[in-house]
């Protein structure tokens, strides 16, 4: 499909700390990328980053905004044209310290996976490097005819062909799509707790802070900011656009309720920039007068609500499958990730039905991954590499559930220093 004389410019509202922006919508198969950003007087404006496949040459329009760069900062002059190649020396953050707006374009070739570094944050983040698979179905008349099975092959394959590495979906039914290669790549937890029982521990720090609620308005302007701020170091995150934040608006209908009354709240989205605003966050949903009930969305593991309670016993969690993985091409995927040491892990995928050239040994050394044919230290399934993808679970636990094989000593533990992520992977929106 094409989107030849449509209007392609898409704004994206306020993405960051008196940052506007607008930009050519993103179609498969149009590397062209192009974007004009607004930074407001006296804003902190883009944070310090670089991207590893994306090559960005800027062109100010409008005032003086201060380049950072890696040998150091100095202030641009309208009509100057810089560039920012791929990789760490191509970093750079631009900020307004001025009284005046700036205004300045950036247009280049879109890489495709592409990730981006946040080096002062530590933060990496690959976007646009995943499909999500939603709404599957086929109409009762025509079930168990091998429908489904054609569905998912014409979808992965054209994910592949798109250059894309990786494709996701949310399981009504967990048994289906293990069978086309997905794998249970994270967990979620869903605690309902009793207002009465269920607070914070006594020896945490006083209030802090301030909760109002925000009208719609408010809403759109605070609330992407520090949605992507958590984004960027969350795995598992999905990018929001405006659109998003325009249609997704809080309210109470009752067929969301699930059957709770007035007296129980749902929570869809509780997220703290840091800390202290969690803890603040949770303590206020904890401690609404004539709430009886807080039921919450899916939860990693790790959140740090589990051992902000007092009581654990008291949040009455109940778990269930999160995101499932399909690697449809290991090696991009495998390229496309971060890992946690320098060091050296080969990894064999044992086959791949649809996508055999995926089945081979991958070594993982200084960051990068290539076919090799080294000894693997690790034997794995499609499925096992998806749920280790994210570090939702460990090789080691993989192997324990029999989906896993360490071929060498220490094997296991080699492949899971490589993977392992500072945080579980959390994606709290079913899609
Ligand atoms: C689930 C659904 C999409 C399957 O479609 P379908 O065209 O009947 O599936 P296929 O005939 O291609 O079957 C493919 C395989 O999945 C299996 N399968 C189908 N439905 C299944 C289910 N609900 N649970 C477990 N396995 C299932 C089939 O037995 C078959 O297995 P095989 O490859 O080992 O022979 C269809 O039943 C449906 O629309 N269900 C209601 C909506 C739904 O549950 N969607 C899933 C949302 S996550």
């Known amino acids: 499909m094409t989107d030849y004389g449509d209007n392609i410019w898409a704004d994206l509202g306020e993405i960051g700390d008196g940052v506007r922006g607008s930009r050519l919508r993103r179609t498969p198969g149009r590397p062209l990328a192009a974007a004009v950003w607004e930074l407001d007087p006296s804003s902190s404006g883009v944070p310090y980053h670089f991207h590893h496949g994306t090559e960005e040459p800027l062109l100010v329009l409008k005032g003086r905004p201060v380049l950072r760069m890696p040998d150091g900062e100095r202030t641009l002059e309208e009509a100057e044209v810089v560039h920012f190649p791929p990789g760490s020396t191509g970093a750079h953050a631009l900020s307004n310290p001025t009284d005046e707006s700036v205004r300045y374009v950036m ?136 659109d998003w934040w325009e249609l997704r608006t809080l309210d109470d209908r009752e067929e969301r309720r699930r059957g709770a009354g007035s007296l129980n709240v749902i929570v869809h989205d509780a997220f703290g920039v840091d800390a202290r605003a969690t803890r603040e966050i949770w303590r206020f949903l904890l401690e609404i007068d004539w709430v009886d009930e807080v039921e919450t969305r899916e939860l990693p593991l790790d959140h740090p609500l589990i051992l902000l309670t007092a009581r654990v016993n008291e949040l009455r969690g109940r778990l269930r499958d999160g995101l499932w993985l399909r690697l449809a091409d290991v090696g991009a995927a495998l390229a496309a990730r971060s890992y946690a040491s320098e060091g050296r892990a080969a990894i064999e995928v044992t086959s791949d039905p649809l996508f055999p050239e995926n089945a081979d040994t991958w070594t993982i050394e200084g960051g990068l991954a290539r076919r090799s ?8 399934d499609l499925q096992a590499l998806a749920s280790a993808f994210l570090g939702g679970f460990l090789f080691r636990q993989i192997a324990a559930a029999e989906r896993a094989e360490g071929t060498v000593r220490g094997g296991l533990a080699r492949a899971d220093a490589l993977f392992a992520t500072p945080a579980l992977p959390w994606c709290p929106e079913i899609f």
């Open 107 to 242: 247009v280049g070739a879109h890489a495709s996976p592409d990730i981006v570094e946040y080096p002062d944050e530590g933060t990496v983040c690959g976007r646009d490097a995943c499909a999500g698979v939603t709404v599957v179905g086929v109409l009762p008349s025509h079930r168990r005819r091998g429908l489904l099975t054609r569905m998912m092959t014409a979808q992965l394959r054209d994910v592949r062909e798109r250059g894309v590495s990786i494709a996701t979906l949310w399981a009504s039914e967990e048994t289906i799509y293990g069978r086309y290669g997905y794998g249970l790549s994270s967990l979620g937890l869903l605690p309902t707790a009793k207002r009465q029982t269920s607070q914070l521990r006594s020896d945490l720090p006083s209030r802090e802070g301030a909760i109002r609620m925000l009208d719609h308005d408010d809403a759109l302007r605070l609330l992407p900011p520090l949605y992507e701020k958590i984004a960027r170091r969350t795995v598992g995150f999905l990018a929001r656009p405006r």
């Open 373 to 380: 044919r080294r000894r693997p230290a690790v034997r794995v």
